[in-house]
């Protein structure tokens, strides 16, 4: 049986198609990941409807967070980097503590994620790149900024139809085009649009930290989960030298 040395569960929003084959890629042997769908309504993956989307998901969550909660994971992830910025940094508190005295188990969020991962890499200047509406991305430059980290730069990606349409080559482009000098770390955001098989090359090529929101998910869930948290190919978060 798989899932010997740890189960990992993570609620997804409804039309999203790439977060699951990216979090099975970077599974570590004995360690198995659980799948629940959030609820919302309406086109998936547009800009147009997605704060009524995101509000419908954290009305609904405990229905789906009952249902992985059956399988006993070490941990479960929100990932939804979207929901988070809706929350804030009080919301999102307040949210984890109620679900984690609900079912008994560690709730985390992609989000979260990205500040743990930021403050184990030491960064605070940060490099923000989303596939999001502007006013969604400046909800995330706002979430950052209330964890204590300086977004030097912000950019958007362009002409997106819907973001779950997007390609590693797009997410690639836009990390370019957000970083500058000052920034020591860029952040791709969002688990819709596919991000890891481009972190290395990144990394390579702007010689300094990219993290993005699935990355730093898959790691914050595989050191609460007491599994350490290395795999290569994904980063210096995940593969640290």
Request: with cysteine; aromatic share 6%.
């Amino acid at each position: 049986m798989d899932g010997w040395r740890a189960r990992l569960g993570f609620l997804l929003p409804p039309g999203n198609p790439n977060v699951e084959p990216e979090l099975i890629a970077m599974h570590k042997p004995g360690v198995s990941v659980h799948f629940g769908r959030m609820i919302a309504h309406g086109t998936t993956g547009s800009h147009e409807g997605q704060d009524a989307r995101t509000r419908c998901q954290l009305d609904n969550i405990d229905e789906p967070t009952e249902m992985l909660a059956h399988l006993r994971p070490q941990v479960i992830a929100m990932a939804h980097t979207a929901s988070s910025y809706m929350l804030g940094r009080a919301g999102e508190a307040e949210l984890t503590a109620r679900l984690e005295k609900k079912y008994n188990i560690r709730f985390t969020s992609a989000f979260a994620s990205v500040i743990a991962a930021m403050n184990k890499l030491g960064v605070s200047k940060v490099a923000l790149a989303t596939p999001y509406a502007e006013a969604q991305t400046l909800q995330g430059k706002a979430a950052l900024e209330s964890y204590g980290m300086t977004v030097v730069n912000y950019r958007r990606l362009e002409n997106v139809r819907n973001i779950y349409e997007e390609t590693p080559e797009r997410a690639y482009g836009l990390a370019r085009a957000a970083n500058t000098p000052e920034a020591e770390v860029v952040f791709l955001s969002g688990v819709g649009m596919p991000t890891i098989e481009v972190l290395q090359a990144l990394e390579q090529d702007l010689k300094k930290p990219v993290i993005s929101s699935v990355g730093a998910m898959m790691w914050n869930c595989l050191q609460i989960a007491g599994v350490e948290p290395t795999l290569k190919g994904y980063g210096r978060l995940l593969d640290p030298k």
